[in-house]
Structure formats: C-alpha cells, structure tokens
C-alpha cells in the first residue's frame, strides 16, 4: 500500500471513531437530559408530604376508612369529606402510576420510595372503587385502575432491593434490578 492510501485508510477509521464516540455522548446526554426532566417533577410531587392535611388523610384513609365507613356504598355514597380525603390521597398516588405509564418517571425508582404507601392506599380504597365501578355513577370499570395496576405490581418487589435503594447500594449500573411486568393472561 502507498502512503497516501494508508493515509486514508487511517483517516476513515478515524472518522469512525469519532462517530461512534459522537453517537456514545449523544446517547448518555439524552439519558442524562431524561433524568434532569423528571427530577423537578418528582421533588414537586413529593413536597406534597411536608403537608399536614395530606399525612392526615393519609391516615384517615389507611387506618379510619374501612372501619367507618361501609364500601357497600361506593366512593359516591360516602359524605364530602371522607370523598375529598380519598380522592386527595388515591388520586395523587395514581398521579405516580401515570407518570410511570407515560414513562416521564421509572417505576423502579417510584416503586422503591413510594411501594408501601402505594400499597396501603390501594387495599383501603379497593373495595369502594370495586363497588363505584359497578354502580350506575358515570365513573365507569376504569377508575382508578392505573393505581391499582401500580399496587398490584408494587407488591412484587422484593423488600431486598427496597433496602439496597435506601442504603444508596445501587449496582454500578445505577439502577434497580428486579422485574415489576406481570404475566399477561391467556
């Protein structure tokens, strides 16, 4: 080969190489353009918990509700207030499961911090949005179900991987690894 060929031959790997390096930073920029969108998100939805009104209803929603009131009567039939409370705590949860839906947060990390929360809410409105769903109010058979399709897969997660996160034991990758998917029925 002449020098000049070699040459070119070094400048076309060259060329490569920079454009697959280029490809490289553009990707991991992306990535980090991804997560620098949703952390303003998730800092303003988490504030919610420095309110008192909220961890209050919360409360009342976890620990008062099925004692008190009779799911036979659906979210409609309950008196204002106790519809305010459910609706202030189960809707602002589903908030996180349609933001997850909508991939703008990962559920991993949603499910790490929030998972027993998420839990808690979901038993303790599930019956009365069961009965709300079949009654003749125009809520329709999808009522909350991004938050219960949240809860269901929240509890899948190990309490293992929930202590990693919260000791900041994150796999070199930086993420979680478990599986939050359910089998699709047949």
């Known amino acids: ?30 990535l980090l353009m991804r997560n620098a969108n949703y952390v303003p998100v998730l800092v303003d939805l988490l504030g919610q918990f420095r309110s008192m009104e909220f961890n209050d209803n919360y ?21 204002a207030d106790v ?3 459910i609706y202030d705590v189960a809707y602002f949860y589903q908030l996180f499961a349609a933001l997850v839906a ?16 998420i839990v808690h809410v979901w038993q303790a409105v599930e019956p009365f949005v069961h009965t709300e769903r079949s009654s003749t109010v125009p809520t329709g058979p999808f009522l909350m179900r991004n938050l219960e399709e949240f809860a269901k897969r929240a509890q899948t997660m190990p ?28």
Do not use: W
Request: proline share 3%; net charge positive.
């Open 1 to 30: 080969m002449q020098d000049g060929e070699m040459l070119g031959v070094a400048a076309l790997a060259v060329s490569f190489f920079a454009v697959a390096l280029s490809a490289g930073f553009a990707a991991r920029q992306i």
């Open 59 to 79: 409360l009342y929603v976890c620990t008062r509700l099925q004692h008190e009131q009779d799911p036979a009567k659906g979210i409609s039939g309950l008196p």
């Open 83 to 85: 519809r305010a409370k």
């Open 102 to 117: 909508l991939k703008v947060v990962k559920e991993q990390d949603i499910v790490a911090v929030l998972r027993d929360r």
């Open 159 to 186: 309490a293992t991987t929930i202590e990693q996160f919260m000791r900041g034991n994150l796999p070199a990758s930086g993420g979680l690894h478990f599986s939050l998917t359910t089998k699709k029925r047949t």
